[in-house]
T-cell receptor, first 113, second 118 residues
Framework: GENVEQHPSTLSVQEGDSAVIKCTYS??????FPWYKQELGKRPQLIID?????GEKKDQRIAVTLNKTAKHFSLHITETQPEDSAVYFC????????????FGAGTQVVVTP | DADVTQTPRNRITKTGKRIMLECSQT?????MYWYRQDPGLGLRLIYY???????NKGEISDGYSVSRQAQAKFSLSLESAIPNQTALYFC?????????????????FGDGTRLSIL
């Protein structure tokens, strides 16, 4: 089955700097890679996703890149702000896994003013 | 707004008690999931259901059972609660209706149930 590793587990950045979180996956059949943001005490919410036929996707200050050969994908947050402080989860899924996501363990991002 | 609603939001109970967590959704999605979240372990899948007649075990189903009463309702039961089942529980839904492209769709989460077992 799929295995997703996420690094780092914690990330502290100065406001205005960039943050990068990386996930690696094991199943070469994985073809959908969502990223979720979970603020303290709240539900995980989808912030961006990418499919295997695309190498990069951007949405304002966040972007996701996918390297299918190396089987890793990364979340990039530019010009970080205090409201970016949260836990971020990556996930991977293949069509063969019938809707079952494999989540990474999460990255606690702290943006300090 | 279409949403995923979990009840109760918080529950404290004693070892050995039977507990039911409920999830309902107005998104019209066919797939529903139950996850458990523990610090440092991310989201782990307990059970999932792709329609009313389809129930499947996830990676940590021992000690849990589920019921899909209708397309919009999916409940999780702990038959005899034990302290290591103390955790944050999330229900999620997704839509498989876009079959033409066989594309996977994101999961949408409820607000969670914080369960403490003493």
């Amino acid at each position: 089955g799929e295995n997703v590793e996420q690094h780092p587990s914690t990330l502290s950045v100065q406001e205005g700097d960039s943050a990068v979180i990386k996930c690696t996956y094991s199943d070469s059949a994985s073809n959908y890679f969502p990223w979720y943001k979970q603020e303290l005490g709240k539900r995980p919410q989808l912030i961006i996703d990418i499919r295997s036929n695309v190498g990069e996707k951007k949405d304002q200050r966040i972007a996701v890149t996918l390297n299918k050969t190396a089987k890793h994908f990364s979340l990039h947050i530019t010009e970080t702000q205090p409201e970016d402080s949260a836990v971020y989860f990556c996930a991977a899924i293949s069509t063969d896994s019938w809707g079952k996501f494999q989540f990474g363990a999460g990255t606690q991002v702290v943006v300090t003013p | 707004d279409a949403d995923v609603t979990q009840t109760p939001r918080n529950r404290i109970t004693k070892t050995g008690k039977r507990i039911m967590l409920e999830c309902s959704q107005t998104k019209g999605h066919d797939r529903m999931y139950w996850y458990r979240q523990d610090p440092g372990l991310g989201l782990r899948l307990i059970y999932y259901s792709f329609d009313v007649k389809d129930i499947n075990k996830g990676e940590i189903s021992d000690g849990y059972s589920v019921s899909r009463q209708a397309q919009a309702k999916f409940s999780l039961s702990l038959e005899s609660a034990i302290p290591n089942q103390t955790a944050l529980y999330f229900c999620a839904t997704s839509d498989s209706s876009i079959r033409r492209t066989h594309s996977n769709q994101p999961q949408h989460f409820g607000d969670g149930t914080r369960l403490s077992i003493l």
